[in-house]
């Protein structure tokens, strides 16, 4: 198996139904190729974990990278894995949006992934990588 994580930039932020739409799209894709991972999209920007057969995740990388509705795709890490980080997650999300969430609940959706990311016990280096930007990104002061 395989795992690659990689961060990207929005081209414009994406209304809740568009991700809606994104997501009901890539679990879909994700089920049929065996794929599983965890996409997080903060501030406008995009940090995704996939993993699966090399093959598949690099078939499906290619097509990230083109996809027009975000720029700036950087892997930056990628391994070779016995087994997965999210072997039940088809593709984990949770909606938030600075703008239209209480100040409440926007800090523990940020507390929740720092926790998350302090639990999870990374079994290779992209899923360390993965965890460690993901907490860099949240401790980030608001745009």
Request: glycine fraction near 4%.
């Amino acid at each position: 198996m395989y795992t690659l994580t990689y961060e990207s930039v929005a081209t414009k932020k994406l209304k809740t139904v568009e991700m809606e739409e994104l997501l009901e799209n890539a679990r879909a894709n994700n089920e049929r190729d065996d794929i599983t991972g965890c996409l997080i999209y903060y501030k406008g920007g995009f940090v995704q974990l996939l993993e699966g057969s090399k093959k598949n995740i690099t078939e499906l990388y290619d097509k990230i990278k083109k996809d027009p509705r975000h720029t700036n795709v950087t892997l930056f890490s990628d391994d070779e894995i016995s087994k997965r980080t999210f072997p039940n997650w088809g593709m984990a999300y949770y909606p938030i949006d600075e703008n239209n969430t209480s100040k409440y609940e926007y800090e523990q959706f940020k507390r929740n992934l720092t926790l998350l990311a302090d639990l999870v016990t990374p079994t290779n280096v992209t899923s360390k990588q993965f965890w460690k930007k993901i907490k860099t990104m949240v401790a980030e002061p608001p745009m």
